[in-house]
């Protein structure tokens, strides 16, 4: 257990240790919008005295994810590219679905 926990050690000094370059900045962007959503549904659930996921949360899922998703492409990790391939698609549903709802309620039509 003390092995591994040093080599895990070793590894994580190793990669903190990098060079930083645009692909950092791309994984941090996608790390800090991915979370803010988390702040933007927080407020305005506050705001409202309810539990509501705004628009914003999608749109800032979305962002979040392809940037993350560039990142775990460039980092070359295949767990980290499906963790956010995937739910990219559902995030783009759920806006999917807020317009389809929006235009049913409005009287919209397809043409």
């Given at each position: 257990m003390t092995v591994l926990l040093a080599s895990y050690f070793d590894n994580l000094?190793?990669?903190l240790g990098g060079t930083p370059n645009i692909m950092t900045a791309v994984g941090f962007a996608g790390n800090i919008l991915f979370g803010s959503r988390f702040l933007v549904q927080?407020?305005?659930?506050?705001k409202l005295k309810q539990s509501v996921i705004p628009i914003?949360?999608?749109?800032l899922s979305i962002v979040g994810s392809i940037f993350s998703l560039i990142y775990a492409i460039y980092i070359g990790k295949m767990p980290f590219?499906?963790?956010?391939a995937f739910p990219t698609i559902v995030y783009v549903r759920n806006l999917?679905?807020?317009?389809a709802g929006k235009k049913k309620?409005?009287?919209?039509k397809k043409t």
């Open positions: 000094l190793q990669n927080w407020y305005v659930s506050e914003q949360f999608w749109y590219i499906i963790g956010f999917m679905l807020i317009a309620y409005t009287g919209d």
